[in-house]
């Protein structure tokens, strides 16, 4: 038999024994209900005994409600199927009483007990084993309260009659259990196929939203290579013009004369270094040449910590960004990549502590060898991650941003990105203090 055809019987019996306290208690309560009304039966037939038979009943239903209590227990509960089959021949050992204290085979409760035996057979979960003992036992009672009449066996015919007709109900209530048992472990494992089924499509459902969230990246990063490619054709030339004009501006008498003029050109010539810089970034982060390798070339973690920097500075304005680098950051890796990963953790941790109002703002970048590998820790001073949201953060689509403001694919990618370069990203937080993102790159040889 296989692993999982033992885990399946395994879950089966745990669920059964369940479903098998659940029927017991309920039929307990049931027949204790049905003993008790059993007093109309004997007034009708037996009006002489009806106090006797009383409290018979009384004495049983009594029995019966103690090896119920008995199931709340742990150990009750581990042998439930005992306990049920006890209580059960309560009942019919009551009925056995009477038939030996009135009339033997001329009495009418013998009907009680096939009825009995079908019912146990139909709205209990027992084992055909169980539900055929349980009707063996019942003719064995049969028989011994005919016998030990105090008449003996008057009528020798219908005594055989109804006891092979007791024997005939136990025979077709346990095959009756046979394939009800075995219909209800087909349902179970039907049951349990769904359930993997369904796990299955959540699994095929995350994949998907994750490919998802890649495609959409990819097909922003398309638009913006595209359009930075164009941007540094276009915007290179009348750039490198300006530069020109003002280069040839600050060698003019009337430029080195005047203080404030030569000021005014030296910060255009920034601006204009600015610019250049600027697409440039652009092209680095959003641009590949095709076949270019993605994750063995190196790079410096430096430069690309600038270029992210200068791409989101319209969402760090305010932000002050202090770093702590060793001098060599030369790592292995797609740039373009890990800059992403950077622009998103510098995005989040400004908007964070631009919408709770954070008193001096700050990131601040550490980077420190080891292992052979570069581990970088971006932490800021803003309002943190509560618990419950901080192992979700990388969740596909997961985001805490108000609606329209971003789909929740940010982290689930950088996280994709960093483990693509054999690294971990994860998160630390306390709440209303800070929050730190950690990953590693490996060195380049």
Request: proline content about 3%.
């Amino acid at each position: 038999m296989t692993t999982s055809s033992l885990d399946l019987q395994s879950n089966y019996r745990e669920e059964l024994r369940d479903y098998r306290l659940l029927c017991s208690k309920a039929g307990g309560l049931t027949v204790i209900l049905l003993v008790l009304m059993g007093v109309a039966l004997d007034y009708v037939v037996y009006p002489a005994e009806q106090k006797y038979f009383a409290m018979v009943r009384v004495l049983t239903s009594v029995a019966i409600g103690v090896a119920l209590l008995s199931l709340y227990t742990k150990l009750g509960r581990r042998h439930v199927q005992v306990i049920t089959f006890f209580w059960l021949l309560l009942p019919q050992a009551m009925i056995s009483w009477m038939i030996y204290f009135t009339q033997g085979e001329e009495s009418l409760f013998y009907a009680g007990l096939s009825l009995t035996i079908f019912a146990v057979g139909i709205l209990f979960p027992s084992g055909y084993w169980q539900t055929l003992a349980f009707g063996l036992a019942t003719v064995c009672l049969y028989y011994i309260a005919c016998t030990a009449h105090p008449g003996g066996i008057v009528n020798p015919s219908k005594f055989q009659f109804q006891l092979i007709l007791i024997f005939f109900c136990a025979l077709a209530s346990s095959i009756y259990t046979y394939f009800n048992e075995k219909g209800r472990f087909q349902l179970f494992r039907l049951k349990d196929e769904v359930a993997h089924k369904n796990e299955q499509l959540a699994r095929t459902n995350e994949s998907l939203a994750k490919i998802k969230g890649q495609l959409l990246q990819q097909e922003k990063m398309a638009a913006i290579g595209t359009l930075s490619a164009g941007l540094l054709h276009e915007v290179n030339n009348p750039v490198n013009f300006c530069l020109m004009a003002i280069e040839v501006a600050m060698e003019e008498p009337q430029a080195k004369e005047s203080p404030s003029l030569q000021e005014c050109l030296t910060d255009a010539r920034q601006g204009m270094h600015r610019i250049q810089h600027i697409v440039s970034d652009l092209k680095t982060f959003a641009y590949r040449k095709p076949g270019a390798a993605a994750d063995d070339v190196p790079f410096l973690f430096e430069k690309a910590l600038d270029s992210s920097i200068r791409l989101s500075a319209h969402e760090l304005r305010g932000v002050t960004i202090t770093r702590e680098l060793p001098l060599d950051t030369l790592v292995l890796g797609d740039e373009a990549a890990v800059i992403g990963v950077l622009i998103n953790l510098f995005s989040n941790a400004a908007l964070a502590m631009h919408k709770a109002a954070t008193v001096s703002p700050q990131v601040h970048v550490a980077a420190q060898w080891q292992d052979e590998r570069l581990h970088v820790k971006v932490r800021d001073n803003g309002p943190g991650i509560a618990a419950e949201n901080l192992a979700r953060v990388f969740e596909p689509f997961f985001t805490t941003r108000d609606v329209g403001q971003g789909l929740g694919l940010g982290l689930s990618i950088s996280y994709a990105v960093v483990e693509r370069h054999g690294g971990t990203l994860f998160a630390e937080s306390e709440l209303g203090k800070w929050t730190a993102f950690n990953f590693d790159l490996p060195r380049a040889e």
